[in-house]
């Protein structure tokens, strides 16, 4: 019987990415099928400028074993430790988390990380908001609806691209009205500094990237990161790549990008959407502000107000 094409081959005319299972510096991709700390310790020292990523967060997702937390953060410290190795001294460490929960009690594991990185000297820059809109509806506390993203420097000679990431400007067309430039624009022509805190949608069933993974990066979240603390060719590691949100924003900014995953499921979607992304085929959700409903749309009136 004729095997059937892969959506891979139907587009065989396409730029085509090379995918290596192990590490070299001249890769472009080098995405490893395994423990984290295994494809780590093949990186040389000092190689790699920009680390994003989000581990399991220790709360019983289907790819992860639930440790005690002190025991959690012994791992994760021995993942930052190799980390911290392998950057460049010009590079950043973006370690983005969420809460553990233990019986309602929530336990914020940026507040338990931050030692990890500190015993190395390094210094945190930005305590990063990420705001999204989707999630649990709590009974008993208030809905949890922002994760945190640690961004820490080796050193105080590092990559801050402001222009690359700059967002429109609320009035720009605001003019100085007194001083020595009254009548000029006062706002910065390209935009203003998004700040720390970053409203961007969360990948849920509708989002045009979700996969099966349950908790992936929107790729517009790590871009941002790419492009302010990175240069072209820089490479880009993900230790816990998950479907490979970090390498695809690496890879359609023309950077190279290395990542682990250790279940295959995902692995083999990450290989898949990086090679779309590098054939310029993937669907992303751009960075663009959130959508807010007209308020005249149907699904906006409040159907009780009716009932008075
Ligand atoms: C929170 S998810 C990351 C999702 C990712 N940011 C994305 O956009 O798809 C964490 C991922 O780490 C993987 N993982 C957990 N422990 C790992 C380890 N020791 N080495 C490699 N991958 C690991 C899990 O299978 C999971 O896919």
């Not at 992860?64 to 025991?71: C, H, K, M, P, V």
């Not at 700040?195 to 349950?214: A, M, R």
């Not at 590098?278 to 009716?306: H, I, M, Q, T, W």
Request: net charge positive; proline share 7%.
């Amino acid at each position: 019987m004729k095997k059937m094409a892969t959506p891979l081959e139907l587009f065989s005319d396409e730029p085509s990415l090379t995918i290596s299972n192990t590490f070299a510096p001249s890769n472009l991709a080098s995405l490893y099928w395994g423990e984290c700390l295994s494809f780590l310790k093949t990186i040389p020292d000092k190689s790699i400028q920009l680390i994003v990523t989000s581990p399991p967060y220790n709360i019983g997702k289907p790819y992860e074993t639930r440790l005690d937390i002190s025991e959690y953060i012994v791992q994760q410290g021995s993942v930052i430790d190799e980390c911290v190795r392998a950057l460049q001294p010009s590079g950043s460490i973006c370690w983005e988390v969420g809460n553990y929960v233990n019986n309602g009690e929530i336990i914020p594991l940026d507040i338990l990380l931050y030692n990890c990185f500190r015993r190395h000297g390094m210094k945190l820059r930005n305590r990063v908001i990420w705001h999204f809109g989707h999630g649990l509806h709590c009974s008993r506390r208030f809905s949890g609806r922002y994760e945190v993203i640690l961004w820490f420097t080796k050193t105080d000679d590092y990559v801050f691209n402001l222009n690359a990431v700059r967002v429109p400007q609320k009035y720009p067309g605001k003019k100085h009205f007194k001083g020595p430039n009254i009548g000029k624009y006062s706002s910065h022509p390209r935009g203003k500094n998004p700040s720390d805190v970053w409203d961007i949608p969360n990948v849920k069933n509708n989002h045009v990237e979700k996969t099966t993974h349950p908790c992936q990066f929107p790729v517009a979240l790590v871009q941002r990161l790419v492009l302010a603390l990175t240069n072209e060719n820089d490479l880009v590691f993900d230790p816990f790549l998950g479907v490979g949100s970090t390498a695809i924003a690496g890879i359609i900014n023309k950077r190279r990008v290395a990542g682990a995953e250790m279940r295959q499921d995902y692995y083999d979607i990450a290989v898949e959407r990086v090679r779309l992304a590098y054939a310029g085929r993937l669907k992303f959700r751009p960075d663009k502000p959130v959508y807010e409903p007209e308020p005249g749309l149907s699904l906006v009136k409040n159907p009780f107000l009716a009932f008075g």
